[in-house]
């Protein structure tokens, strides 16, 4: 796993703000491509699973911008963020009524694995940015980072349990069919709460 070149014990806190930010913007346009994409494969369950993540996540962005201006008086250094883009060109010419089954097969093992990648590799950074915090006798910045680590293991633990039984099954399609309404009304009521 190839983390930032960009970590290093003489980061300042508002340096891992910035970059944690960076990471979080990332990580919110990974859910909605992945939420556009699955809902074009017409898995509304993946698709409201992803929209759930994509708008909790964009909630605590926005939280973690406040706490900081409130805690450190100042904004967060703003940084670039590279756009991503997980769904193929290809497929802004095509009909989603012709996606084959072996198509939703291979492009929910891609999205599912391209999605825990990207968690693990969350949770590694902010285990390091906490670990820095810490020699740096910044408390309360430590928590907060840890607070968010709490909630990225919670998200990497759900979907590793629908990786392990999708792995199981060999990602086929009927079962993959088949647990769609259950996550599309877990996830519908979830986001009404
Ligand atoms: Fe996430």
């Known amino acids: 796993m190839k983390l930032s070149n960009s970590i290093n014990d003489n980061m300042s806190p508002s340096q891992i703000y910035a970059e944690i930010n960076r990471r979080q913007i990332t990580a919110m346009?990974?859910?909605?491509?992945?939420?556009?994409?699955?809902?074009?494969?017409?898995?509304?369950?993946?698709?409201?699973?992803?929209?759930?993540?994509?708008?909790?996540?964009?909630?605590?962005?926005?939280?973690?911008?406040?706490h900081f201006i409130d805690y450190d008086n100042h904004?967060?250094?703003?940084?670039?963020?590279?756009?991503?883009?997980?769904?193929?060109?290809?497929?802004?010419?095509?009909?989603?009524?012709?996606?084959?089954?072996?198509?939703?097969?291979?492009?929910?093992?891609?999205?599912?694995?391209?999605?825990?990648?990207w968690e693990e590799e969350t949770k590694e950074v902010l285990e390091h940015y906490y670990m820095i915090l810490l020699k740096q006798d910044k408390v309360c910045d430590a928590e907060y980072v840890m607070c968010m680590l709490k909630d990225t293991s919670k998200e990497l633990k759900k979907l590793e349990r629908c990786m392990n039984k999708l792995k199981l099954v060999d990602f086929d399609t009927v079962y993959i069919a088949e647990i769609q309404e259950e996550l599309h009304n877990k996830y519908k009521k979830k986001m009404g709460e």
């Open 75 to 117: 904004l967060i250094p703003d940084m670039n963020v590279e756009a991503i883009h997980i769904i193929p060109n290809d497929w802004y010419n095509a009909e989603n009524l012709n996606v084959s089954a072996n198509t939703k097969k291979s492009y929910v093992n891609r999205a599912m694995l391209e999605w825990q990648e």
């Open 29 to 66: 346009m990974l859910h909605r491509e992945l939420s556009v994409m699955f809902s074009f494969l017409g898995l509304q369950g993946f698709k409201r699973w992803q929209e759930y993540r994509y708008k909790k996540e964009s909630d605590e962005n926005i939280k973690m911008h406040f």
